[in-house]
């Protein structure tokens, strides 16, 4: 069998045209624009191509983005009165500090101290908590963009499947987790620590591998059709003479493609529903802060 791959792109192409044209919606009825805070601290390489890309999609979704570039350096009492500022100002509807953050910061102080009703990353515990007890709330984007995409395959119903979840971490595999439950999966969430994972793995009928380990999830591990969620992207070394490395996910997608019933890319999956789940976490809150009717998105 060779897997459907699943086209990310395509479907985050989908959702950012919905949350653009509702965002006009949105301006014509709030006579403003949804606003993203986003808060960059440092000159991390990676984070400054994240955070630019996020820029230039809030602005293409008809939405104002409001970028915050401060010193490696800054201390903690800094950032947090730039957090204070922003959740009390109106034309700001999210608020994003890019993690990770430089090692002088509390990064669980600075999601404590972002206010839950503009917390569109979902990190907030109050957020984190809601989801646990299937309360409405900021749901963290990677995850939920992961459900999107195998909403498209299997609906929202996936009573009767198991779903084996690799990775625990608060911004992916416990949100992960509990989604998938609440889609009425039967859920394992395997970790460093699991023993016999490819025995683990190979019970289940969809797999969300978040380990950030290259190429690490073997074909010979899946059930045959299972359906594959790629979290990982990790760049492998430079071949002799090359540039930079190839990008590749958590799963040997070559190996896996020949199991699987379907498989999200890297590039090309999971990665690009991120920033669009972004954007409409974003318009959400727009209409939540301005105590508008929201539409279903
Ligand atoms: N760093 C990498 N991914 C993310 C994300 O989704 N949100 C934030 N705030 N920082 C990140």
């Keep these: 069998m060779t897997a459907e791959v699943i086209d990310g792109k395509a479907a985050a192409a989908r ?3 919905r949350v653009g044209a509702l ?9 403003r624009k949804p606003g993203l805070a986003v808060v960059l601290i440092g000159e991390d390489a990676a984070s400054q191509v994240y955070v630019g890309a996020k820029g230039k999609a809030t602005v293409a ?12 350096d800054t201390p903690q009492d800094a950032l947090l ?6 959740n009390a100002d109106k034309a700001v509807d999210g608020i994003l500090v890019q993690l990770p953050l430089p090692p002088q910061l509390d990064a669980q102080a600075v999601i404590a101290a972002i206010s839950p009703d503009k917390d569109v990353d979902g990190f907030h515990v109050s ?17 939920l963009g992961c459900m999107m995409l195998l909403e498209e395959r299997h609906g929202s119903d996936l ?3 198991e779903a084996v979840v690799i990775g625990r971490s608060n911004i992916v595999g416990k949100p992960m987790a509990q989604l998938l439950l609440q889609a009425n999966a039967t859920v394992t969430i395997a970790h460093s620590r699991t023993r016999n994972l490819a025995e683990v793995v190979r019970r289940a009928d969809v797999v969300v591998a978040a380990v950030g380990l290259a190429e690490m999830v073997r074909g010979d591990w899946l059930k045959p059709g299972a359906t594959i969620i790629d979290v990982g992207i990790n760049r492998l070394p430079p071949e002799p003479g090359a540039g930079k490395g190839r990008l590749v996910g958590d799963v040997a997608f070559a190996e896996a493609r020949e199991v699987a019933g379907a498989i999200t890319p890297v590039p090309g999956g999971v990665g690009p529903m991120t920033i669009a789940v972004l954007l409409r976490n974003t318009l959400v809150a727009a209409y939540q802060n301005s105590g508008l009717a929201k539409p279903d998105i």
């Design 127 to 143: 957020n984190a908590g809601r989801l646990a007890v299937g309360q409405d709330g900021f749901v963290p984007c990677t995850p």
């Design 23 to 31: 965002a006009l919606d949105f301006a014509r009825q709030a006579e």
């Design 81 to 86: 009165t730039l957090v204070e500022q922003l």
């Design 61 to 72: 979704a008809n939405m104002n983005s409001f970028e915050h570039h401060l010193p490696a």
């Design 15 to 17: 959702l950012r045209e």
């Design 159 to 161: 009573s009767g499947m």
